[in-house]
């Protein structure tokens, strides 16, 4: 019975891969314009990242890349599906078409990129993973954890990066495994774990929430580099260059200075590469296989991506993380594009 | 002798009832105590916080609640109770999802006639029950005609669906068109013909031995990597396959329970009177292994419809998805105990209905019987 069970299932992904290899052709562009709108794998719902509000629309920092990947299209940012997904389902539901982008709070990792038919096309958060733990305990250090029960989203790369840490630390965890989030949040808060692990991003974000914020601390200990980014299926480069050069289109905004209120302003500015970055110089939107103003359109609507960070994430924000790593190049931090030309 | 009061008589009454259930002997005396104790504490407790200390749609300074830092608590923290100013603020999400505004009272139109459609099924004694039975086989094409749009509606898909809304869709089609298919699994499953009753007990068997949550995975992920390109079936269609599919194969094997209690004689007899196969089915040997099915199937029903908060998973926001999605935004984040609390009346007062429902046939049942 185990034998025809797994003959059986074994036949059933060999047929899914091979249909999913040969289906996959035919440009994501071509199809997304067909259809009107964006479908973009989203979270089901994080903090300052994508969340629904009380109107039920959408916002987030990571939703602002599926809005600017609209407003580049479709020269509007509104024309998205959103198709929440959780941390187990992401990847297939990309791989089998059902979105044509995802932007949710997705490591970078080699498999990934290659072993999954991944590409990730560039990087709109550098996290990296910590620990938090009520200040009670008395811990001052992640070396000091061994035996502690430990909250963990299961699937994620936290979950792998826990284990390495510990082992490699020889001291040992109970891991106490939780599906979302806020499920993990919400066992924090009621003492069913004493550590909570995930991206430092994710550990200031439910801090902020907490009664008294100074009962909990985030240990200094950073486990993991955790570059956060879109992602889309690989074999659609052209795709692949649209959603990497909306995303970089908000990044190169913020070096030059245009944000979302002086776009037209500085449509008639004296520097090139903004004029060839808002489209005042043709040519460079018909590269990609857009309209020349694709990029005015994206700082117009959504902004550059510092009025993103600033409006979802920043200090102004209840989640209050600093710009840190995900400054530019020139203030101190690694966020960095390649030039507009 | 005396003559006792009614008023005393009845006096006593309550007076020995209680000596001789909550105080018979000192421990029971103890833990009867301890118990009033507990329960006071744990009431007071929650109703302080549910209700007299809470705020709902304005804090202690009588502001309007737009977000959690207007919450009493938030500003007094240990003196004030829950917030339900979030239940407020998305209350539509939770009835309704991502539904546009305008349209929501096509949802509350399906919503009224709800009732009117699953009553004639549910009461035999009820007057003009002929054209109640009618209303609900008309039912659910109104109902998806009105959800989904189509003629003279505009189509609204079914992404947009969420909350109470998908809870309750694919509750009630889950157990609606369930019920046709166990039904002929079961009889599938006792029938002499090999292959049809290889088929349903391998079919039964593997649904049964497979998560709930295998399914939707297999259903969500894996179907639409062997469909074309484009051809992408409707999410909430795909679960609602899968949900089907597992409650058909629990309430087929619920009803073999009741056909498998039915006498032989039973069947015989029927056949003897020159009833073929269907017939005897029909008339004989379904109403009354359906009678006996019942509290399980009540059972099942009520594990399908908590189990199917599991859509989540795959990314499709039921009552508690919409929930969590609430406590992820922002403006409200950390208001577990509210919605969690929220989201628990509303699937209680459901199934506690089902449950209640079921006790009530039993004891139908039980008076036809003897």
Same mark, same amino acid.
């Given at each position: 019975m185990t034998k025809i069970k797994s003959l059986f299932i074994s036949l059933l992904l060999t047929l899914g891969v091979s249909s999913a290899i040969a289906g996959s052709h035919g440009s994501t562009l071509d199809l997304v314009k067909e259809r009107g709108k964006l479908m973009c794998g989203s979270n089901t719902g994080l903090a300052g990242f994508g969340a629904p509000n009380d109107a039920g629309v959408w916002e987030g920092i990571d939703v602002d890349v599926c809005r600017a990947v609209a407003a580049a299209v479709f020269?509007?940012?509104?024309k998205v599906e959103y198709v929440p997904t959780t941390s187990k389902v992401r990847f297939t539901v990309l791989q089998s078409g059902e979105i044509d982008m995802l932007s949710r709070n997705t490591t970078w990792t080699l498999s990934r990129d290659v072993d999954l038919g991944l590409e990730f096309v560039g990087v709109n958060y550098y996290d990296g993973q910590g620990f938090m733990v009520p200040?009670?305990?008395?811990? !001052?250090?992640?070396?000091?954890?061994?035996g502690a029960s430990v909250c963990i989203q299961v699937g994620t790369t936290t979950e792998m990066n826990l284990a390495d840490f510990f082992k490699a630390n020889g001291m040992s965890y109970e891991s106490v495994p939780v599906e979302t989030n806020s499920e993990a949040d919400a066992a924090y808060t009621a003492g069913r774990c004493d550590v909570y692990t995930t991206d430092a991003s994710g550990l200031y974000a439910s801090r902020a929430g907490y009664?008294?914020?100074?009962?909990h601390v985030v240990l200094p200990e950073i486990v993991s580099k955790e570059p956060l980014g879109p992602a889309v299926r690989h074999g659609d480069s052209e795709w692949a260059d649209i959603v990497r050069w909306s995303l970089n289109a908000m990044i190169i905004g913020e070096e030059l200075g245009i944000t979302s209120g002086n776009v037209d302003e500085m449509m008639?500015? !004296? !520097?090139p590469e903004v004029l060839r970055l808002l489209g005042a110089e043709p040519g460079y939107g018909a590269m990609l296989g857009l309209s020349d103003d694709w990029a005015a359109n994206i700082l117009s609507q959504v902004g550059n991506y510092s009025e993103s960070f600033e409006k979802h994430i920043g200090p102004n924000t209840p989640i209050n993380i600093q710009r840190g790593l995900n400054a530019l190049y020139k203030d101190g931090g690694i966020l960095y594009a390649p030039p507009f030309r | 002798m005396t003559t006792f009061s009614n008023q005393s008589l009845m006096r006593n009454k309550y007076y020995n009832w209680i000596i001789k259930n909550l105080f018979s002997s000192w421990v029971n005396s103890l833990m009867t105590v301890v118990a009033i104790i507990f329960i006071y504490e744990v009431g007071t407790f929650f109703l302080n916080w549910a209700f007299f200390a809470a705020d709902f749609r304005t804090n202690f300074q009588g502001e309007l609640i737009t977000d959690r830092s207007f919450c009493s608590k938030n500003i007094m923290p240990g003196e004030y109770g829950a917030c339900w100013a979030i239940i407020y603020a998305r209350w539509d999400q939770f009835m309704y999802?991502?539904?546009?505004i305008e349209e929501v009272w096509r949802v509350n139109f399906v919503y009224a006639l709800l009732p009117l459609a699953i009553i004639g099924i549910l009461f035999d004694k009820l007057p003009f029950r002929k054209y109640f039975i009618y209303f609900t086989f008309i039912y659910p094409f109104l109902a998806y005609f009105m959800l989904y749009g189509g003629p003279g509606l505009s189509v609204v898909g079914t992404n947009k669906w969420g909350g109470l809304l998908v809870t309750l869709f694919l509750g009630v089609t889950g157990i609606g068109l369930a019920f046709p298919l166990s039904i002929i699994l079961a009889l599938g499953r006792r029938s002499k013909m090999p292959i049809v009753k290889s088929l349903c007990v391998v079919f039964i068997e593997f649904i049964r031995g497979v998560p709930l949550i295998t399914l939707l995975f297999t259903a969500n992920v894996m179907l639409p990597l062997f469909l074309p390109d484009g051809v992408n079936p409707d999410n909430l269609l795909r679960a609602l396959v899968a949900v089907t599919l597992f409650q058909s194969a629990y309430m087929a094997e619920a009803i073999r329970g009741g056909l498998q209690a039915i006498p032989r004689g039973q069947i015989e007899a029927a056949q003897s009177l020159g009833l073929n196969y269907w017939q005897t089915t029909r008339k004989i040997i379904l109403p009354q292994a359906l009678k006996i099915a019942i509290p399980p199937i009540v059972n099942t029903c009520i594990g399908l419809f908590k189990d199917t908060s599991l859509v989540l998973i795959i990314g499709l926001f039921d009552l508690l998805g919409i929930g969590r999605a609430a406590l992820a935004d922002m403006t409200w984040t950390k208001l577990y105990y509210e919605v969690y609390v929220f989201i628990s009346l509303v699937f209680f007062i459901f199934c506690f209905g089902m449950s209640r429902y079921s006790l009530y046939l039993e004891k139908k049942l039980k008076t036809d019987n003897s």
């Open positions: 020269g509007d940012a509104s200040a009670s305990l008395g811990v !001052n250090s992640a070396m000091e954890l061994d009664p008294d914020p100074s009962a008639s500015s !004296n !520097n | 999802g991502f539904y546009p």
